[in-house]
């Protein structure tokens, strides 16, 4: 729906519930239209098929000196306006075409309706028709004459537009003629609505045109995406740096903190207390480094006494060598080379006395 200055313009067709008509934005030339007043479509042509508008605009606001909007139809191979209709506060500001009337005899009112041509030819210029509108500040009703209403000269083929008869206007049915009295010069309209026809074909200089404009839109996007992923890029890496930062600070205020709560010297026992203590080696006990411990001489050579001849005199009774083995036990000074020396002089008492 095409909308423009407040005016909506809609297109319809017998196949609007199956096939709804394809209307498509078209860049407007600024050298040759003016953007502000002209909105351009792309209109893909249903063969042989009626169609109708459907409008609706604004009403005017305090002292803009307009009452009325009124719009005429025009095709780009006739050069004149084929029909043309107003509206008003008593229509609510909206309507319907249809059919254009043309007046054939006296009280003979024909309907006209709007068609697709059944084959487009394109011709000098491409095929396109357009509805022109402008505000008025007064109309006065005028007589049917006959001749009145739309052309009959409108090319079946050429223009993208075709009229077809549909029959006499019944009594009772309103045909009304008008003469408006414009504000808008007639070669400066208040706004225009061109439509061009495209067959659908791929060798459609208007479809052409279209696909080199929607690539053009397209290598726009993508740049403008490309750019936006840049800054994006250029977003995100600014943001990792201020994090890398607010870490470092925070760090540095923590080592700041630590600094202040601990001293030097405290944090130095700290750390010399939780350090791993060194390597100690385990020596066996003796009798230097355990005086509590029973006396025990350590192991030599010197120390053994000679077994083969007793130190103690042979006199001694058993009684007397056991008696005195005895308290040397007692006392703890008895080692096992003293042992030996009971035992064997113990062991030749009783060999001599056997």
């Known amino acids: 729906m095409p909308t423009i200055k407040n005016i909506t ?11 709804p008509i394809p209307i498509a934005p078209l860049p407007v030339s600024a050298a040759e239209d003016d953007p502000n007043t002209l909105t351009s479509m792309l209109l893909t042509s249903h063969p042989g098929a009626q169609f109708w508008l459907t409008y609706s605009c604004s009403p005017p606001e305090e002292g803009e000196g307009w009452r009325y909007m009124y719009f005429t139809l025009h095709s780009h191979h ?8 107003g509206v008003g506060a008593a229509e609510q500001w909206r309507g319907r075409t249809v059919f254009g009337l043309r007046a054939v005899a006296d009280e003979e009112v024909e309907r006209w309706g709007f068609f697709f041509p059944s084959s487009l030819r394109l011709g000098k210029g491409g095929a396109w028709w357009e509805v022109k509108t402008y505000r008025c500040r007064g109309r006065r009703r005028e007589k049917v004459c006959v001749g009145v209403g739309v052309t009959s000269e409108v090319d079946r083929q050429e223009g993208g537009l075709s009229l077809a008869r549909m029959g006499r206007l019944k009594k009772g049915e309103p045909c009304r003629l008008y003469n408006y009295a414009l504000l808008d010069p007639i070669d400066a309209p208040y706004a225009v ?5 495209s ?13 080199n404009q929607e690539e053009g839109e397209d290598e726009e996007r993508e740049e403008e995406e490309q750019q936006q992923q840049q800054q994006q890029q250029e977003e995100d890496e600014e943001e990792e740096e201020e994090e890398e930062e607010e870490e470092e600070e ?7 903190e630590e600094e202040e709560t601990f001293p030097l010297s405290l944090k130095t026992t700290i750390h010399r207390r939780l350090s791993v203590p060194p390597p100690t080696l385990l020596q066996p006990s003796t009798t230097h480094s355990e005086p509590g ?5 350590p192991f030599s050579d010197n120390l053994i006494p000679d077994t083969s001849s007793s130190s103690l005199p042979d006199t001694l009774s058993s009684d007397s060598l056991r008696e005195r083995g005895r308290a040397l036990r007692k006392e703890g000074s008895m080692g096992g080379g003293l042992r030996d020396v009971i035992r064997g ?6 060999k001599r006395e056997g």
Not at 9 to 19: A, F, G, N, P
Not at 78 to 85: E, I
Not at 293 to 297: F, R
Not at 345 to 350: D, I, M, N, Q, T
Request: charged share 35%; glycine share 6%; aromatic share 10%.
């Open 250 to 256: 925070e760090e540095e205020e923590e080592e700041e």
């Open 9 to 19: 313009l809609t297109l319809h067709s017998q196949y609007d519930d199956t096939r």
């Open 193 to 197: 609505f061109r439509f061009h026809m």
């Open 345 to 350: 002089a113990l062991w030749r008492r009783r």
């Open 293 to 297: 411990s029973p006396v025990k001489k």
């Open 199 to 211: 067959s659908g074909s791929d060798d459609d200089p208007t479809v052409i045109a279209r696909s």
């Open 78 to 85: 006739l050069g004149s306006a084929v029909v043309g209709w």
